[in-house]
């Protein structure tokens, strides 16, 4: 297959301000409740596109998800991928983002010989931040994170990454195959083709893998494989702020001060 082969990690996550806790298992109850593509793996999806429009290659995308999102999966498809990969069983399950990284790990390697792996750079539902550079970790991958835009030197086989970090911008050369994550907000997702949303309605084939498919270790998936686990969720009390005015000379202001601090720390 001529151009790149790309794989975008892509995830369902409830909204922001409907997100319950189960208080049986400590995690995140998705009953009832409405859920949205996660936005920066919208980024993802559009820089993944836009790569194959001017290289040409297939664009697959990977989550790890319980059945019956298919609408979202549908959208996302509609976006311009060719392929959706849907990583299911209840053997992933509760699980934090060192198994989540192994589960899509061994997806990804399933999939084949992969040029480059994209993924928003968290989900708004965990927020940790920690599985695209973990998945450049389990890889083996080059890697590069909190990417702005993304090219390709098809002579060299690179990818050139424009970044932002504390200290200015960034311009950086990562031969491939690589994993990239995409920051929220640095392009805009193309709306779906209503066109090709209508067949996908029709003719939608999803490639379904379990466990049986990927055979990790318990030790590597779902709750068993994390080193995580919520052991209570505990309501943040809202506090009253008050302010008191401190006076005398720098010295006793700065006693008090030091004084109510301490009180405070108690």
Known sequence: MKGLNIVVCVKVVPKNSEIRIDPETNGVDRRGVDSIINPPDKNAVEAAVRLKELYGGKVTLLSMAPPGLDDFFHQMMAMGA???V???DRAFAL?????????LAAGIRKIGKVDLVLAGVESADGG???????LGEALEFTQATYAEEIDYNSEEKRFIIHRMNGSGHE???IPSPSVVSIELGVNSPRFPDFRRKL???ENYKMTVWSNKDLELPE????LSGSFTTVE????AKKRERKHERIEGTPEEIADKLADLILENMN
Do not use: C, M, Q, W
């Not at 940790?128 to 973990?134: A, E, F, L």
């Not at 030790?219 to 779902?222: E, I, L, N, Q, Y």
């Open 82 to 84: 060719d392929e959706f």
């Open 86 to 88: 849907l990583l299911s």
């Open 95 to 103: 699980a934090d983002s060192y198994p989540t990284v192994h589960t």
């Open 128 to 134: 940790t931040g920690n599985v695209p550079p973990g």
């Open 171 to 173: 311009v950086i050369s």
């Open 199 to 201: 067949d996908l309605d």
């Open 219 to 222: 030790d590597k998936r779902g």
């Open 232 to 235: 209570e969720f505990v309501e």
